[in-house]
């Protein structure tokens, strides 16, 4: 039985900072992937990272401030997120994938497994 289980958001100043874990077990995965979604919005992507760690790929939104690594001894993907800005403000989800693809997904429809998502607030 696949499990998703994200930590770590919270009410954050803007420009302070938060790191999200997700840790996921019961299955081996490729790929893994943070998305978010804010009311009324469609689920962006945010950053994906590939199986063995040796390939990140970035929303030209985050780039720069947002650093995503995983340790596949622990399960566990991380979301490091720095210069928060209150446009950062949403549910954030990780996703796992099942396929070894030439290139990091980025799209909903490539990712098999969905944490149930957690909150990030980013105040002005």
């Known amino acids: 039985q696949v499990q998703m289980v994200e930590s770590g958001g919270g009410l954050v100043q803007a420009g302070g900072s938060l790191r999200l874990s997700c840790v996921a077990s019961g299955r081996t995965f490729s790929s893994m992937g943070w998305f978010r979604q804010a009311p009324g919005k469609e689920r962006d992507f945010v950053a994906a990272?590939?199986?063995?760690?040796?390939?990140?790929y970035y929303a030209d939104s985050v780039k720069g401030r947002f650093t995503i690594s995983r340790d596949n001894a622990k399960n566990t993907v991380y979301l490091q997120m720095n210069s928060l800005k209150p446009e950062d403000t949403a549910v954030y989800y990780c996703?796992?994938?099942?396929?070894?693809?030439?290139?990091?997904?980025?799209?909903?429809?490539?990712?098999?497994?969905w944490g149930q998502g957690t909150q990030v607030t980013v105040s002005s």
């Open positions: 996703a796992a994938d099942l396929i070894l693809r030439r290139a990091v997904p980025t799209t909903t429809s490539e990712y098999f497994y």
């Open positions: 990272i590939n199986w063995n760690g040796g390939t990140t």
